[in-house]
């Protein structure tokens, strides 16, 4: 996959714990994950627990693929993962990375390749016309008189949250035989 420069990145890693290493692998994870909060670019670190076969995931979200690449090369990353040798390794085969709008059409619990970006771009569309136009017509009359720039921040801060919450998630669920059809 093509990553753009500059274009915030989520990357999943998968870890396989011994086990009996569970309680060890957990308290790692608190330390690591401190550890890269404090790492220029990070925005942020999930843990899903296990699911059979002693498996974890962690997905890690940076600002760009520069400042993720930093963590994953720097040397108090390598320490940590020093820290674990014996209770878990990654399964780097299982590691994946996505940018942009395909964040919002991840299908959870599945390794599905994203759809096509055409297929993104519309989907979006359909999601943000119809606020678009809502927006324009209860939000844009009543800061008419507003500064420009203030007038700007109001329709991407009703905007965004709301697709990436609520209209996107529920979009690509009932369009997901569309945008995930065999290629």
Request: proline residues 8%.
């Amino acid at each position: 996959m093509r990553i753009q420069r500059g274009e915030p990145v989520t990357t999943v890693f998968t870890w396989q714990v011994r086990p009996g290493k569970e309680d060890v692998f957990e308290e790692w994870t608190l330390g690591v994950t401190r550890s890269a909060s404090r790492f220029a670019g990070n925005e942020g670190v999930s843990w899903l627990r296990p699911e059979e076969g002693h498996r974890y995931h962690a997905v890690l979200r940076f600002s760009d693929p520069e400042r993720l690449g930093a963590w994953l090369t720097s040397e108090e990353r390598a320490r940590w993962h020093e820290r674990i040798d014996g209770v878990a390794t990654e399964v780097s085969s299982e590691r994946q990375s996505t940018t942009g709008m395909e964040t919002w059409f991840d299908l959870p619990g599945t390794t599905v390749q994203a759809p096509p970006r055409w297929k993104m771009a519309l989907t979006t569309f359909l999601g943000a016309y119809p606020f678009t136009l809502l927006i324009q017509w209860l939000v844009t009359p009543r800061t008419g008189t507003w500064p420009l720039p203030l007038r700007a921040a109001v329709f991407p801060l009703i905007l965004l949250p709301t697709l990436t919450f609520v209209v996107m998630p529920q979009l690509s669920r009932l369009l997901r035989r569309w945008l995930y059809a065999k290629r």
